[in-house]
């Protein structure tokens, strides 16, 4: 089996779809656009990017959409398809060697068939986020459908919110809540405990209650028997 | 515009902030400024702090005050008439603000257009940021190149600095334009070893790690501040002391940091040199 040269495989990945308000994009438009993408480039660059046609059936024109992926591809984005795209649509978008995508009724909204899948872990864990700086007293983030990393420290009064793990690689001085979305599994890791609050699920522990001798060690919480634990990873 | 060097000017803004109130900005701005006019730099300081204005006291120049930074701002005067040359330096200048009005008279395009005008004309521009991190702090930073962040080794000082840096990460124009930080770097005043000694105060190794920036410098609590400020005079000009000497050394740091500045992005300091870069 080693010898085969080529190995099929299915994949499926996240991709992100920009769905389009008005049929005759113009000034305000595009300026939108750059805002939207100027705001969330750590999600959009380097991710695959749909155009979404379902409010906008009446988007016929082809200037109007070479425009467009024009501006969106000068941006770094890479936009590869549409969806909900009327015949015609789907004629001019091929024009501009984007593909339909069929958004099938077992297939969550949000995924697509891959072209071109950049990295295995989209494909494990949709919506994992990694902050590569420190979190900032009064700054909020917040990985809302996966893992949350930080490489770097959360200062006092920050707070991190995930839906699933939370992994800091840095001192926890401000809050951290795993599980937000209700997962009992999720967990906690820090590599020195300083923490405000924990939390996991909704169960929480303040820095009153954690116990003293945990403070500034490499440690982890989870849940057991609905409490939370918190042990020193060796 | 005649210059007294023959090259154009650097034309760099620097805002000193702090979160924080009573921290040492207005102190740390006038000895900054009067530092670099020293080593002929010509400088204007700029106080941010309308409503509650300080600086023209600390320069010793309220008596002289006619025009403003807001009637500039406001159009209802030239930048040329409000601003005052310091009688001890004449690389030095200082642009007051309004006793009168309060920060809502300050707008974007007006504190813009005043700093653009400046830039033609000085080497450092030095914002003193009123405290808070509302309108006139926001105004203060906004248009920065690099910052000075003023702390004082105590809890509720770190942490309102901590928030002022996440503020300069994020909400200046060189942040939302470039995606790029403004250059930020601690100075720590008002320390006070008998205090740190005595388990009072948080050291400067606590400071930094807590806010993970470079340290500009280390300036120790002294009555010579207190002093200078009474006379009107900013610290680096009064005699020798403990803090004038921390103010000039910081100061040399931050024309040594100038070389760096001007790649287009610096280079996260290391870890040793975040510990080891500067003496405490």
């Known amino acids: 089996m080693r010898a085969e040269p080529i190995q099929v495989r299915g994949r499926f990945l996240t991709a992100i779809a920009i769905r389009i308000e008005v049929d005759t994009p113009d000034a305000s438009f595009f300026a939108a656009l750059d805002e939207k993408i100027r705001s969330a480039a750590n999600l959009m660059v380097g991710a695959p990017i749909l155009l979404d046609f379902e409010k906008v059936p009446g988007f016929a024109s ?39 995508v069929l958004v099938g009724r ?36 917040v990985a809302e459908r996966g893992d949350l990393t930080i490489i770097g420290s ?10 699933g793990n939370i992994h800091i690689y840095g001192t926890l001085r401000g809050r951290a809540m795993a599980g937000v979305e209700g997962d009992t599994n999720a967990r906690i890791f820090c590599s020195k405990l300083e923490a405000e609050l924990l939390a996991i699920a909704g169960l929480f522990k303040t820095s009153e209650t954690i116990h003293p001798d945990l403070r500034r060690c490499n440690v982890q919480a989870f849940l057991e028997d609905e409490t939370l634990h918190i042990e020193r990873l060796v | 515009m005649t210059q007294l060097k023959d090259k154009a000017p650097l034309g760099k803004v620097i805002v000193i902030t702090s979160g924080k109130g009573g921290v040492g900005k207005t102190t740390s701005a006038a000895a900054i400024a009067a530092a670099l006019a020293k080593r002929d730099f010509k400088t204007v300081v700029i106080d941010f702090d309308v409503g509650l204005r300080n600086l023209d006291m600390i320069m010793g120049c309220e008596r002289r005050v006619v025009f403003d930074f807001i009637n500039v701002i406001q159009g209802e005067a030239r930048l040329k008439q409000a601003l005052i040359r310091d009688k001890r330096l004449d690389t030095l200048w200082i ?44 105004l203060a930073m906004y248009f920065a190149d ?43 005043t008002r320390l006070d070893q008998r205090r740190i000694d005595a388990g009072e105060m948080m050291t400067i190794d606590d400071v930094l ?28 000009l009064d005699e020798p002391s403990a803090a004038s000497r921390g103010y000039e050394a910081a100061v040399a740091r931050l024309l040594g940091e100038e070389v760096d500045t001007q790649t287009e992005r610096d280079k996260k300091p290391g870890f040793f040199s975040r510990l080891f870069g500067a003496p405490a």
């Open chain 1, 62 to 100: 082809r200037d109007h959409l070479g425009e467009l992926v024009r501006a969106i591809r000068a941006k770094g984005l890479l936009l590869f398809g549409v969806q909900n795209a009327t015949p015609e649509q789907q004629a001019l978008a091929e024009e501009f060697g984007l593909i339909q």
């Open chain 2, 146 to 188: 690099e910052a000075v962040v003023v702390t004082n080794p105590e809890v509720s000082s770190v942490r309102d600095s901590d928030r002022v840096l996440g503020l300069l990460a994020s909400k200046t124009k060189r942040a939302e334009d470039e995606g790029a930080e403004v250059k930020a770097q601690v100075l720590v």
């Open chain 1, 154 to 163: 959360v200062a006092s009064g920050a707070e991190v919110l995930a839906s």
């Open chain 2, 95 to 138: 642009l007051p603000t309004s006793q009168t009005r309060d920060k809502d008279a300050l707008t974007k395009e007006g504190v813009e257009k005043v700093l653009n005008e400046l830039k033609e004309q000085f080497d450092y521009i030095i914002c003193d940021s009123p405290a808070g991190i509302e309108r006139g702090a926001q």
């Open chain 1, 106 to 141: 077992d297939t969550p909204v949000q995924q697509a068939r891959a072209v071109s899948p950049r990295r295995s872990r989209l494909v494990a864990q949709p919506g994992n986020k990694v902050i590569h700086r420190h979190v900032r007293s009064g700054q909020l983030v």
């Open chain 2, 209 to 236: 790690e807590i806010l993970a920036v470079p340290l500009l410098g280390v300036i120790p609590e002294s009555t010579a501040v207190l002093r200078a400020s009474n006379v009107g005079m900013p610290i680096v």
